[in-house]
């Protein structure tokens, strides 16, 4: 007997039917001999539904009051799939976040969580039911206000409970059959990875691939917790993400995948004086608005002037706040202009690969060249490339890279469900 943590997206949870759908999977994996705690996230597109209603009542509502809000779009999902175990026969129990013992810091809207203290979540399995608990949300130790983790977060509220309860397993389920080279959204060709490690996933999440939220990732993998991703629309078996054993290495492929990214800006401070200490001055500033960023590219300086451009990309979320904040300091930073734009994408070529096979970066620029798309920004790390293109040329870019990298498959992917919102 295994104890299993299944976690099921808003995508399979979309309406009636599909919940019920899910309360027999759910049931079939008890029937089996299991033990089954399952975390589940807002039906369908139910989350920003709520966010769009939120912003019709108030441009700027409070964020207590936002997680109120959002909160309860799990709470919905996690009453329904309970009643629907119980219309087949088993008895559930659903519980809140905050009544599953996730213990998280105050920060509303993207809280981390701090512990899991699943005594009444231990308890009910012992008792024989099925636990259904709501992703996404906690509570704050300090301050005991219901908190959110930020959006994706029910990942990372399954992971952490299969790491408090020590599941054998974590499974999340989704509406593709596991993690893709690319968004199947985007390039149709995309082929499923059967095993990827942890490292990877977490480049690829952090650099946009929606599949798993980052920080579910990374707890996984200190937790050394597998993580099995596949679809709640079939019995395909998905993609494992597991943590580096020794002497994988040798078969992995060296290109995991491709992500794509476009929540982000790029900001240009033309003309700057390239002398000692105005970098630091400009992202000291950029840092005590508390804004977190990406890429950075600074030109060398040409001609007797000693001045420079410095580009870098930030949340466009945050954009505003940053473009305020460096012109405020314009006279004191000495630069001549300053330039936003928000039309553009990033794209991150991951593999662990890469750190034994030079040419990868060639090989990518190549590609882009022949399709006639010009690279904005260049970063890399010890496994990933990434580049920034023009917003319009960007998904063109996925496809040729992938192609280029030979990840295309025969046949085509198939997307399940949802709405991709
Ligand atoms: N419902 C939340 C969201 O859409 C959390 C989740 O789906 O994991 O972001
Ligand atoms: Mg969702």
């Known amino acids: 007997m295994s104890l299993v943590v299944q976690k099921y997206g808003g995508s399979s949870l979309a309406d009636a039917e599909s919940i019920k759908r899910v309360a027999r999977r759910i049931v079939d994996t008890k029937k089996a001999g299991n033990d089954v705690v399952v975390v589940v996230s807002a039906m369908g597109d139910t989350t920003d539904e709520l966010l769009d209603l939120a912003a019709e009542v108030s441009p700027a509502p409070p964020s207590r009051e936002m997680d109120m809000l959002l909160t309860a779009g799990e709470r919905m999902s996690m009453a329904l799939v309970s009643m629907a175990i119980s219309n087949l026969g088993h008895s559930a129990r659903s519980y809140t976040g905050s009544q599953a013992g996730v213990i998280t810091d105050a920060q509303h809207g993207k809280a981390r969580i701090i512990d899991v203290t699943p005594g009444r979540i231990t308890e009910a399995i012992g008792e024989g039911h099925i636990v259904i608990v709501a992703g996404f949300q906690g509570v704050s130790q300090a ?82 917790l597998p993580i099995h991703v596949r679809s709640s629309f079939s019995h395909h078996e998905g993609t494992w993400v597991v943590n580096q054993k020794e002497g994988d290495s040798v078969e992995d492929p060296i290109i995991a ?82 330039q936003y734009d928000d039309q553009v994408g990033k794209l991150s070529l991951v593999g662990s690969g890469m750190r034994s096979n030079p040419g990868v970066s060639a090989t990518l620029f190549q590609s882009l060249a022949d399709a006639g798309i010009n690279i904005e920004m260049i970063s890399t790390s010890e496994i990933r490339v990434s580049v920034v293109t023009s917003d319009d040329e960007l998904d063109e870019a996925v496809r040729v890279v992938h192609s280029a990298f030979g990840l ?12 991709g919102r």
Do not use: W
């Not at 952090?206 to 993998?221: H, I, T």
């Open 257 to 338: 995948g491709v992500a794509h990214d476009r929540s982000e800006g790029k900001i240009t401070i033309v003309g700057i004086p390239d002398s000692p200490g105005r970098a630091a001055a400009v992202f000291k500033a950029i840092a005590g608005v508390g804004i977190n960023v990406d890429m950075i590219v600074q030109n060398v300086s040409a001609g007797t002037e000693k001045k420079t451009d410095i580009s870098f990309t930030v949340p466009k979320e945050d954009a505003g706040r940053g473009v305020e904040v460096l012109k405020a300091m314009q006279d004191e930073l000495g630069f001549e202009q300053l």
């Open 143 to 224: 301050t005991n206000e219901i908190t959110t983790l930020g959006r994706g977060g029910s990942d990372t509220t399954a992971v952490a409970l299969a790491a408090g309860i020590k599941a054998d397993v974590c499974e999340i389920y989704t509406d593709v059959d596991g993690i893709f080279t690319a968004d199947p959204r985007i390039v149709p060709t995309a082929h499923k990875i059967d095993r990827i490690t942890n490292e990877e996933m977490q480049e690829l999440a952090a650099s946009g691939a929606k599949v798993l939220m980052l920080r579910c990732v990374e707890y996984a993998r200190r937790f050394d």
């Open 408 to 419: 295309d498959a025969d046949g085509e992917a198939v997307v399940y469900g949802g709405t």
